[in-house]
């Protein structure tokens, strides 16, 4: 079965600081997708970004970016001199296999980010 | 484009009640999910249709739960005789065919059960 595993339960940083939230999933599947969604505290999940299995390439958008690393099974997410408004729980989820019918979630990591 | 919306946002009842929920997914999206979230841990999916037909039941889906999205537009999700173990955020999500894999997120049902 697919396990994906958020080590850091909190995370605390001051404003601008950089912060890396680590993901590190399992599976058998040849072809998946992983997510990483972002929950503020008005609790709709917001989509942040989607890789597939065969594009490892490094994506980058404003002050995020993402590391996805098939050696390792790791699909880290940094931001880039953090504010106040990046302060959610983040999420990174999986979802594979042939019917791409569930995701499956990590526990989440709370980033809290003080000014 | 509006987004995923559900109703209600909150919802009180004493045990043993039953409860239904409504999703409305993102216009054109054939597919639509539902999760639960409980306190400090992430979605748990429940379910999932393609357009009317149910295609996966996770095994949290009791029997007292059922799901129904009738003419393959909105969704609803009933929880008979409510437990205070049902206590919990009921996500809805919906996906595009382009990219089924992809989904997005309404804003969520807390059901609080006494």
């Known amino acids: 079965a697919q396990k994906v595993t958020q080590a850091q339960t909190e995370i605390s940083v001051v404003e601008k600081e950089d912060v890396t939230l680590d993901c590190v999933y399992e599976t058998r599947d040849t072809t998946y997708y992983l997510f990483w969604y972002k929950q503020p505290p008005s609790g709709e999940l917001v989509f942040l970004i989607r890789?597939?299995?065969?594009?490892?390439q490094n994506e980058i958008s404003g002050r995020y970016s993402w590391n996805f690393q098939k050696s390792t099974s790791s699909f880290n997410f940094t931001i880039t001199a953090s504010q106040v408004v990046d302060s959610a729980v983040y999420f990174c989820?999986?979802?594979?296999?042939?019917?791409?019918?569930?995701?499956?979630f990590g526990q989440g990591t709370i980033l809290t980010v003080h000014p | 484009d509006t987004g995923v919306s559900q109703n209600p946002r909150h919802k009180i009842t004493k045990r043993g009640q039953n409860v239904t929920f409504r999703c409305d997914p993102i216009s054109e999206h054939n597919r639509l999910y539902w999760y639960r979230q409980t306190l400090g841990q992430g979605p748990e999916f429940l379910t999932y249709?393609?357009?009317?037909?149910?295609?996966?039941k996770s095994r949290l889906l009791s029997d007292r739960f059922s799901a129904e999205r009738p003419k393959g537009s909105f969704s609803t999700l009933e929880i008979q005789r409510t437990e205070q173990g049902d206590s919990a955020m009921y996500l809805c999500?919906?996906?595009?065919?382009?990219?089924?894999?992809?989904?997005?997120f309404g804003p969520g049902t807390r059901l609080l059960v006494l």
């Open positions: 989820a999986y979802a594979g296999g042939t019917s791409y019918g569930k995701l499956t």
């Open positions: 890789r597939n299995s065969f594009d490892e």
């Open positions: 999500a919906s996906s595009p065919l382009a990219a089924p894999e992809t989904q997005y």
């Open positions: 249709f393609q357009n009317e037909a149910q295609l996966e």
